[in-house]
């Protein structure tokens, strides 16, 4: 069998697809939209096997129905068991929850289950030891994270640590292409970071150039990104300079302070 690849596919203004395929047989991540999967899979001559959904909003699953009208035999479609159960997402048929291990056939991958409630109160994320992979959705962001529609900040930031304590090798497959406001936000949050600094400039030469800065990987984040870093001192102090955090600050006050900076910057 030949090795599997992980393909980006653009949706709408800046969703990432993602589509693992070796050569013959491929899944995909998250498919708000139908179209450019169906595009790619035709003109790679690839049979869809298998979808993986993270959370519930429409451009994570908005794709998902056509895809399965048109694969022509019945396909297995993973996704949060509690969305399932209260059929929030009506086309999952795996039903998926946190430590749980799964194997996709046809691409012989396996993938970890991981629950990472906050952006939504059910989201789950898949980890791929073989791949060195996680699929994220919108959890962790490259120099970001989600926001918090329906999750407590205690929720994410455990959340977040989970992810963190993977491999630093892990490459971070995210949903969308926030990365250079993500990171201008940042530098305001850790101006004296230099690692970030010098993140900063390679994602903006990057983008200017039209090309994507996703995957990350997690060891860059962990360096950089200020939702991986609440017990950062420099982070304290910025917060407590710019009147956003007072008194004996927890873990948590400090990541929540980040966090509704960011919704407001
Ligand atoms: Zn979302």
């Known amino acids: 069998m030949k090795p599997l690849q992980i393909q980006q596919i653009p949706a709408f203004d800046d969703n990432y697809l993602w589509l693992i395929h070796n050569s013959q047989n491929a899944i995909i991540v998250d498919p708000g939209d139908a179209a450019p999967v169906q595009a790619y899979l035709h003109q790679h001559n690839l049979q869809l096997s298998g979808i993986l959904i993270t959370h519930h909003h429409p451009d994570h ?6 895809l399965l009208r048109s694969a022509g035999t019945p396909i297995p479609v993973y996704g949060p068991r509690a969305d399932q159960q209260s059929g ?3 086309t999952i048929t795996h039903g998926c929850q946190d430590g749980e291990s799964i194997t996709i056939d046809a691409l012989a991958c396996r993938f970890t289950v991981l629950d990472v409630p906050g952006h939504t109160s059910t989201h789950i994320a898949y980890y791929s030891p073989d791949l060195s992979s996680l699929f994220c959705g919108d959890t962790l962001f490259a120099g970001g994270c989600g926001r918090l529609f329906e999750g407590t900040p205690a929720q994410m930031l455990a959340s977040l640590k989970k992810i963190a304590a993977l491999p630093a090798s892990t490459a971070i497959y995210c949903a969308h292409e926030y990365t250079l406001s993500n990171l201008r936000f940042a530098r305001a949050v850790e101006p004296d970071n230099a ?4 993140r900063f400039n390679r994602v903006t030469e990057q983008r200017g150039q039209g090309i994507s800065t996703v995957p990350s990987q997690l ?6 990104n200020p939702f991986l870093r ?23 006050s400090v990541f929540a302070a980040v966090r509704e900076w960011k919704n407001n910057f």
């Not at 690692?195 to 010098?198: I, N």
């Not at 609440?230 to 407590?240: E, F, G, K, V, Y």
């Not at 956003?244 to 873990?251: F, P, R, W």
Request: no cysteine.
């Open 61 to 66: 699953i908005g794709g998902v129905a056509e």
């Open 230 to 252: 609440s017990a950062s001192p420099d982070i304290i102090r910025t917060l407590q300079l710019n009147n956003k955090l007072s008194g004996n600050a927890d873990e948590v």
């Open 195 to 198: 690692r970030l600094a010098e």
């Open 88 to 90: 929030r997402i009506p």
């Open 219 to 224: 060891d860059l984040e962990l360096q950089t």
